[in-house]
């Protein structure tokens, strides 16, 4: 699924951001998308962090092949050497049991986030063990397409506003959040470009 917005986004970043507009122009025709499923975007968030996109696909492919299906049920009743096996750590292991917990007990419950806006679902999202705002955020992006997400603590973002705005000298947040401010209310599309930048390979959750 893509966002509706996706188009409105691009034009309006482009026409207030030169710097921008380069990089749109460099994906022309690419696009974030929703895979549509709650759990599955959550555990890969998780796989994902603190380490490599290039790792945490690795590791999400193993996973893939052990359960064959990445359920709540499967994670839950799966043995823990075997996800060990797939490179999970045993905190990692944890979290991905905690949260499939929360979904089969109904304590995370979907029917209730469209109503909700951003920083109230990522307080409800970070009462779960080994969700992290980080990890909140990748979901409000990836999974409910939320337009306007600004992942402050992710390190890929951190890094291309360096490289693009700062002569690639280290940028602190306050003044991330400064730059940002041209690119509000699609800042979740122009950090999803800033990723484009560093690895042309789609970032997905």
């Keep these: 699924m893509t966002p509706e917005y996706w188009k409105q986004a691009t034009q309006a970043l482009s026409t207030r951001d030169v710097t921008m507009r380069q990089i749109i122009r460099q994906f022309d025709g690419a696009t974030l998308n929703s895979h549509g499923n709650a759990f599955t975007t959550l555990a890969r968030s998780i796989v994902g962090q603190q380490i490599s996109v290039k790792a945490a696909e690795s590791v999400w492919q193993k996973v893939l092949i052990a359960l064959t299906d990445v359920t709540p049920h499967n994670i839950t009743c799966t043995d823990k050497n075997l996800l060990r096996n797939c490179g999970l750590s045993h905190r990692k292991i944890t979290y991905l049991q905690d949260v499939a917990r929360h979904f089969m007990n109904g304590t995370l419950n979907e029917a209730t986030w469209e109503e909700m806006d951003d920083e109230a679902l990522i307080i409800q999202l970070t009462q779960v063990k080994g969700i992290g705002r980080w990890t909140a955020e990748m979901f409000l992006i990836f999974h409910m397409l939320r ?10 973002l951190q890094r291309a506003i360096s490289l ?41 959750y």
């Design 147 to 156: 337009p306007d997400v600004l992942p402050l603590d992710d390190i890929g």
């Design 164 to 204: 693009h705005y700062n002569d690639n000298k280290p940028m602190d947040k306050k003044t991330i959040c400064q730059v940002a401010k041209a690119w509000q209310p699609w800042r979740s599309v122009a950090t999803w470009y800033l990723w484009r930048s560093l690895d042309p390979v789609p970032v997905e």
